[in-house]
């Protein structure tokens, strides 16, 4: 990782508020590319998770890291975009009932934006009823679910079988990401798709929107 890289990803560790938008801006003029800061900062806030597993951060801090990351993002992701090639599908998006980590949410309906989806995104804490209404009122092609918490995994097969319930599972295609998924998980939930972060959640929309 290059110099300004590390800085940007110690920043986010390190809770620099104040600093971090001109970190990210001088990482990005230095000639970074924007896919490898938001990987730094990334990396910085895996860290940020860590501290407060070993009892080094606490609740506070998480809330400052979530603000740090948002300050960061918001002078990153202008130069995020990917390609923008008209309407790919419309996708529904949101995190789970019980979560309210949102930050990756948005950086997942970010890129897809860009990328010329129509991104409906529901916000956090979601009962399923809401993601059924929404994947009705507006024919999404495609439902992505993001999930930290390893307490709230059940609010995904809740929403599976919600949309089965009101007879769209088979009109939908469906994928979750977040910390706490694995490929494991996604097929016990019965969903069609696993993302490992916000690039890959492009592509396997693309995927499965042409299916
Ligand atoms: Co929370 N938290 N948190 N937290 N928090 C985690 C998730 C945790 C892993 C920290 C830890 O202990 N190491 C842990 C969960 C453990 C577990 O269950 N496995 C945890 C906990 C325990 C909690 C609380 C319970 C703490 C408490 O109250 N005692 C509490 C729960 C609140 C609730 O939701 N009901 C809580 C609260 C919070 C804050 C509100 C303070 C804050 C969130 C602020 C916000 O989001 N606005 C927060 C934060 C900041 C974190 C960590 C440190 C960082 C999360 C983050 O934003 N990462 C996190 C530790 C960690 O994840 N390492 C942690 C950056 C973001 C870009 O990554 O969200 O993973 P991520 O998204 C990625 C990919 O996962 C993927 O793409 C994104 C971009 O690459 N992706 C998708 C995400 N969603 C996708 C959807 C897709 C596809 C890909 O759709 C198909």
Same mark, same amino acid.
């Given at each position: 990782m290059g110099e300004q890289l590390d800085i940007v990803?110690?920043?986010?560790?390190?809770?620099?508020?104040?600093?971090?938008?001109? +970190?990210?801006?001088? %990482?990005?003029d230095a000639g970074e590319e924007p896919?490898?800061? +938001? @990987?730094?900062?990334c990396a910085g806030m895996g860290a940020v998770g860590g501290l407060f597993e070993e009892g080094e951060y606490f609740l506070a801090d998480?809330?400052?890291a979530g603000e740090v990351m948002k300050?960061?993002?918001?002078?990153l992701e202008p130069h995020l975009e990917v390609d923008s090639m008209g309407k790919k599908g419309t996708v529904v998006l949101f995190t789970v009932k019980g979560d309210v980590h949102d930050i990756g949410k948005n950086l997942v309906g970010t890129m897809?934006?860009?990328?010329?989806?129509?991104?409906? @995104?529901?916000?956090? @804490?979601?009962p399923k009823e809401k993601v059924v209404d929404a994947v009705r009122d507006n024919s999404a092609q495609a439902v992505g679910m993001s999930v930290l918490l390893t307490s709230m995994v059940d609010s995904i097969s809740d929403v599976v079988s %919600? +949309?089965? %319930?009101?007879?769209?599972? @088979?009109?939908v295609k469906i994928a979750i990401g977040g910390a706490c998924t694995t490929q494991q998980l996604a097929d016990k939930m019965g969903v069609d798709a696993l993302g490992r972060d916000a690039v890959e959640a492009v592509r396997i929309f693309e995927s499965l929107c042409e299916q």
């Amino acid at each position: 990782m290059g110099e300004q890289l590390d800085i940007v990803g110690k920043a986010v560790t390190d809770l620099e508020l104040e600093e971090i938008e001109q +970190l990210v801006s001088g %990482a990005l003029d230095a000639g970074e590319e924007p896919q490898a800061v +938001l @990987d730094a900062m990334c990396a910085g806030m895996g860290a940020v998770g860590g501290l407060f597993e070993e009892g080094e951060y606490f609740l506070a801090d998480l809330v400052l890291a979530g603000e740090v990351m948002k300050d960061g993002l918001k002078v990153l992701e202008p130069h995020l975009e990917v390609d923008s090639m008209g309407k790919k599908g419309t996708v529904v998006l949101f995190t789970v009932k019980g979560d309210v980590h949102d930050i990756g949410k948005n950086l997942v309906g970010t890129m897809l934006s860009t990328s010329g989806f129509n991104v409906i @995104d529901l916000g956090v @804490d979601v009962p399923k009823e809401k993601v059924v209404d929404a994947v009705r009122d507006n024919s999404a092609q495609a439902v992505g679910m993001s999930v930290l918490l390893t307490s709230m995994v059940d609010s995904i097969s809740d929403v599976v079988s %919600a +949309l089965s %319930a009101a007879g769209l599972r @088979d009109n939908v295609k469906i994928a979750i990401g977040g910390a706490c998924t694995t490929q494991q998980l996604a097929d016990k939930m019965g969903v069609d798709a696993l993302g490992r972060d916000a690039v890959e959640a492009v592509r396997i929309f693309e995927s499965l929107c042409e299916q």
